[in-house]
């Protein structure tokens, strides 16, 4: 039982990593940065909870802002660099982020102990759910109730203009300039909302596993956070939840046998899925089936046109 | 009416217009003509807010626009059909008509709807199309389709970036037709060319935009009679 609510934590922060990751591909961002703020809301998070005894909705909530605050300090300069340029300047944040904790030293004696990040020998003391009674279905229910929430925000929002908007400028950017969208504060607004995303995810994260270093951020994470969204389709949230499901479901913990070799077999799916669905798993055709199942009608499309 | 005094745009350390003065006058089509990289593209972006000028003004109507961002402009009924037939391929038609609108109010639901059918009326192909992916349309269709996005904003002045180029003779026809139409209908356009035979069967003015600067402007008799313009444009001595 305990070994399936561990899978369910990893499935809903990594579906919270995915969906930071999905904001940004709406407007055809592709960030490797999304770790950095993953990174900045489990430090920041983590350090109030732990140093300063603060409530952990407080501490998440900071966490959040935080790691938002730099994603909107970092949408500005993004805005100038396009694709692979804005793919090496992401890495490059997260890699600044996770040397600066790797730097990190900050001990502080609390109750008698000395507790804090220890730059190389991580951040060690996040027991927050253990010294307040939490169980781990507690943790659990409360990792998925900001899955859930996040999902339907961003479910909520393709069903309004300004979802359109986001998408508009990830199809064209000039076309969207020229259809009067500000493209500045698009693009802002959704690295802004998927370092806040990003960070709870983070805050959840270091105190659902108790302890984090320098090895929990590094690029392979970053680049499972973009896959998640690139594999399920950004037609749709769902699809984001389904690829994380299917990797770190099946892939991670189904084939744990293969050791490391199971990066490699991460690798090659998303080669194979950009070959057969560059719309990602869940895309219109899909959706248009699933209702077709349901008995719904089905959308139109250019065949009976 | 349009009025544009000593315009200069640069990317960088490269200045793309050195000074650019001309004037649109209401209800007229006023064609810009010139060689590749002589600016015009650059013109029609720092007129819609795209990219901003470093010096000079833009008069609208009587409102300055002159360093206005692209959202404002678009407000202040100036449009712009970029060059290329840019549409947004993953969405449908319909849902690129109505990000046409996204300047328009949202209280205008009803009204858009019946812009939209304006425009299936003006348009037939696109309302056959209208739940396909605008990516799948022809070159020519996405043409009609990116003139009618930008229609939908309902401007009282449209810039149209070369729409005519790359496309097969009968749907150049096809896309002066409209624009005879357009002009007919009331509507003030600035169009960006270069098949100066087309051209000339719609514009009252002609500009003509090299490296940056107006070198030609004048009326379609007196640029038929102008020796540079007829050598370098009509194919004839
Ligand atoms: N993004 C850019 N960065 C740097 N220089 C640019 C940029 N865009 C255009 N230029 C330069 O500015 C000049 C004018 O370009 P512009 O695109 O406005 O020309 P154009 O008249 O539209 O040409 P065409 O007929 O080929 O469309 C050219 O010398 C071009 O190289
Ligand atoms: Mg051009």
């Not at chain 2, 790359?166 to 169009?191: C, H, M, R, T, W």
Request: glycine share 10%; aromatic share 10%.
């Amino acid at each position: 039982m305990l070994y399936f609510l561990g899978i369910f934590q990893t499935i809903g922060v990594h579906t919270l990593l995915g969906l930071s990751a999905y904001v940004l591909l709406l407007t055809g961002q592709l960030s490797l940065g999304q770790v950095g703020f993953f990174a900045i809301g489990a430090y920041v998070s983590g350090i109030l909870t732990v140093l300063f005894s603060w409530h952990i909705f407080a501490a998440l909530a900071v966490g959040a802002l935080v790691a938002g605050f730099f994603a909107f300090l970092i949408g500005f300069p993004a805005l100038r660099v396009k694709g692979l340029m804005l793919v090496v300047a992401t890495i490059a944040f997260s890699e600044i982020v996770r040397l600066f904790f790797f730097n990190l030293s900050w001990r502080v004696e609390v109750n008698g102990f000395d507790v804090g990040p220890d730059s190389t020998q991580g951040f060690r003391e996040i027991r927050y759910f253990a010294a307040n009674g939490w169980e781990q279905t507690h943790v659990v229910a409360l990792i998925w109730s900001f899955v859930i929430l996040v999902m339907f925000l961003l479910w909520w929002l393709d069903r309004v203009r300004a979802g359109a908007v986001l998408r508009a400028v990830g199809e064209d950017d000039l076309a969207a300039q020229s259809s009067g969208v500000n493209l500045t504060m698009v693009k802002v607004a959704a690295m802004t909302a998927g370092g806040v995303i990003a960070g709870i995810g983070g805050g959840l994260f270091a105190h659902s596993t108790t302890y984090v270093d320098h090895h929990t951020f590094t690029i392979l994470l970053a680049t499972f956070a973009v896959s998640y969204p690139i594999l399920g389709g950004h037609k749709n949230v769902f699809g984001t939840l389904l690829a994380v499901i299917f990797i770190q479901g099946f892939v991670i913990e189904g084939l744990r046998f293969m050791g490391d070799y199971r990066n490699i077999v991460f690798g090659l799916l998303i080669i194979l899925a950009m070959n057969l669905r560059p719309q990602g798993l869940v895309d219109g055709h899909f959706i248009s089936d699933i209702k077709k199942k349901l008995g719904g009608k089905p959308k139109k499309d250019s065949a009976d046109a | 009416m349009l009025s544009i005094n000593n315009l200069e745009t640069s990317y960088g350390l490269i200045k793309a217009l050195k000074g650019v003065s001309l004037d649109a006058a209401e209800g007229e089509v006023t064609c810009i003509l010139g060689p590749n990289g002589a600016g015009k593209t650059t013109l029609m972006f720092t007129l819609s807010g795209i990219i901003k000028p470093d010096a000079g003004s833009i008069d609208f109507f009587g409102t300055s626009l002159t360093g206005l961002a692209a959202p404002k402009v678009l407000r202040e009924g100036l449009a712009l059909v970029p060059e290329n037939r840019l549409v947004f391929p993953l969405m449908s038609v319909r849902e690129n008509l109505l990000a046409g609108a996204y300047t328009r109010n949202r209280s205008d639901k009803d009204e858009v709807e019946a812009d939209i059918e304006k425009m299936f009326a003006r348009f037939p192909v696109l309302k056959e199309r209208q739940e396909q992916n605008a990516g799948t349309l022809s070159g020519g269709e996405q043409q009609m389709l990116a003139l009618a996005r930008a229609l939908m904003s309902r401007p009282k002045m449209l810039l149209l970036d070369e729409p005519s180029v790359g496309l097969a003779p009968v749907i150049v026809n096809e896309v002066f037709a409209i624009i005879k139409q357009l002009k007919e209908d009331g509507l003030s356009i600035v169009l960006v060319e270069q098949n100066v035979v087309k051209a000339l069967e719609v514009a009252d003015h002609f500009y003509l935009l090299d490296q940056g600067r107006v070198t030609f402007a004048g009326t379609p008799g007196e640029m038929e009679n102008d020796d540079v313009i007829k050598r370098a444009y009509l194919g004839g001595g």
